[in-house]
């Protein structure tokens, strides 16, 4: 099974940054796309971004903001977070597919997530 594991979120004032791990297998990283998304209380899980085999592609909301990357040596993807705003709040979540997709449905293995608060 296919397990992953943030770490890196915290609390943070606007503007500044933080960087979301998700450790996993090197296996997983080869043969998966990993992603991340994010979930707001009362909300519906959100799309932020993925890394494919080809390329890494963002929501509108975090582009140009966040950037996502992987390091196979150290079997970890990355997700850096700059300009942090107040509506970045919520729990992030890294994900493994098959496929490159925004839709959290075609993600078959989750992380446990880690909350990232963003004080204005």
């Known amino acids: 099974q296919v397990q992953l594991v943030e770490s890196g979120g915290g609390l943070v004032q606007a503007g500044g940054s933080l960087r979301l791990s998700c450790a996993a297998s090197?296996?997983?990283?080869?043969?998966?796309?990993m992603g991340w998304f994010r979930q707001a209380p009362g909300k519906e899980r959100e799309f932020v971004a993925v890394i494919t085999w080809t390329g890494t592609y963002y929501a509108d909301s975090v582009k140009g903001r966040f950037t996502i990357s992987r390091d196979n040596a150290k079997n970890t993807v990355y997700l850096q977070m700059n300009s942090l705003k107040p509506e970045d709040t919520a729990v992030y979540h890294c994900a493994a597919a098959g496929r490159w997709s925004r839709n959290p449905d075609a993600y078959d293995y989750w992380g446990q997530g880690t909350q990232v608060t963003v004080s204005s």
């Open positions: 090197r296996r997983t990283l080869i043969n998966y796309v």
